[in-house]
């Protein structure tokens, strides 16, 4: 066979590959966007585990009608447009690639209107050559997104889909690390017309906690020690507990879930000395300056790489080294 450029359909099909696994991978680039859209309000309605449809509605910045074709395009991005961007990623997304990808594994509906517009505008692609039909529609200032039968055309990956309830429960555990993400988004998931999770945007510390609590467990925060420290371009919040359910271990960077030996290795370390700790459930948030971290490292894994490692694991174990004296100290006072 002679060498040839792919048409941008199967090229897309192949980037899907990374990214596209099944309906909660979808899910959660999708909601990614609504949150780098600046979006309070996110709604999501699934059907058949998302395998027949995923609807995501936000209230955010939307997309202009000239861009919507765009935004199906693939490396096209709001987000970054430099080297130096890239180097410094505030955003979840950047590498423009999603909805290019999820486009071209299923029938996709893009709706979006901004503030300027007094109309709303719709783009829908669907066929080989991939080209955008831009129509007038009604929706207030947001986008929706709505991807039915994914992986119609790819046979191959349809056959991965496990059943209903199996993709659904992945589904679910994508809305949890988003819901604790970011409590300060109003977030409602919906399965076959059900309403399952329900999440009101949290103002206060107190209603924080009790998204914690809907998510991870009231025991986990009535348990839990609250870490709070920050120090130069470091802050770290989120509360840890030792636990014999290790299920609840959420870390955030920058507000990105991360997976990362480091950090957990600084966890362990730190309770070393603490009789009986095995296995512990925590949801930690950790800011760090974005020139200090680098976030292009794999679409779909979740890792990070600090250029200051080891400053950040000290830190991160001083943190809970801390936070575990404070608590001792109070045990203390409260027998004596
Ligand atoms: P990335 O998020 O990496 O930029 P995507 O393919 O996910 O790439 O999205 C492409 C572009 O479409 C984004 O950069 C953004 O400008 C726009 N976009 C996608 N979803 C939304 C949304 N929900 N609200 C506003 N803009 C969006
Ligand atoms: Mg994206």
Excluded at 2 to 17: S, T
Excluded at 136 to 161: C, I, K, Q, S, W
Excluded at 213 to 231: P, S
Aim: negative net charge; contains cysteine.
């Amino acid at each position: 066979m002679p060498i040839q450029v792919l048409p941008p359909q199967l090229a897309n099909q192949i980037a899907a590959g990374e990214v596209v696994e099944r309906p909660a991978s979808v899910i959660k680039e999708l909601v990614e966007n609504c949150i780098d859209a600046g979006a309070d309000r996110i709604d999501i309605h699934v059907e058949q585990g998302g395998s027949k449809l995923i609807r995501i509605r936000d209230n955010g910045c939307g997309i202009a009608k000239d861009e919507l074709a765009l935004a199906l395009a693939r490396h096209a991005t709001s987000k970054i447009s430099s080297l130096d961007d890239l180097s410094a990623i505030v955003s979840l997304g950047f590498r423009g690639e999603a909805l290019a990808s999820i486009s071209s594994v299923s029938r996709l509906t893009l709706t979006s209107r901004t503030k300027d517009q007094n109309e709303a505008w719709q783009v829908y692609a669907e066929g080989r050559d991939m080209q955008a039909v831009v129509k007038p529609a009604a929706h207030p200032v947001g986008t929706t997104v709505e991807v039915l039968d994914l992986f119609y055309n790819t046979p191959a990956r349809r056959r991965f889909l496990r059943t209903e309830k199996t993709e659904f429960g992945h589904v679910d555990e994508v809305i949890r690390r988003i819901a604790l993400a970011r409590p300060d988004i109003s977030i409602n998931l919906f399965h076959n017309d059900k309403p399952i999770r329900q999440y009101r945007a949290a103002t206060s510390t107190e209603q924080v906690e009790r998204r914690i609590a809907a998510v991870g467990g009231l025991a986990f925060i009535q348990n839990a020690i609250k870490l709070e420290w920050e120090h130069d371009d470091l802050n770290i919040r989120g509360w840890i507990a030792e636990t014999n359910n290790a299920e609840l271990q959420y870390f955030y960077v920058n507000g990105r879930i991360v997976k990362d030996r480091l950090l957990n290795h600084a966890i362990k370390q730190a309770y070393q000395n603490q009789p009986q700790s095995e296995n512990f459930a925590y949801v930690i948030y950790l800011d760090v300056d974005p020139h200090q971290v680098d976030v292009n490292v794999h679409p779909a894994k979740h890792e990070v790489r600090f250029h200051e490692a080891r400053l950040v694991h000290d830190f991160v174990h001083q943190a809970i080294v801390m936070a575990l004296d404070a608590k001792s100290q109070t045990q203390q006072d409260f027998i004596s």
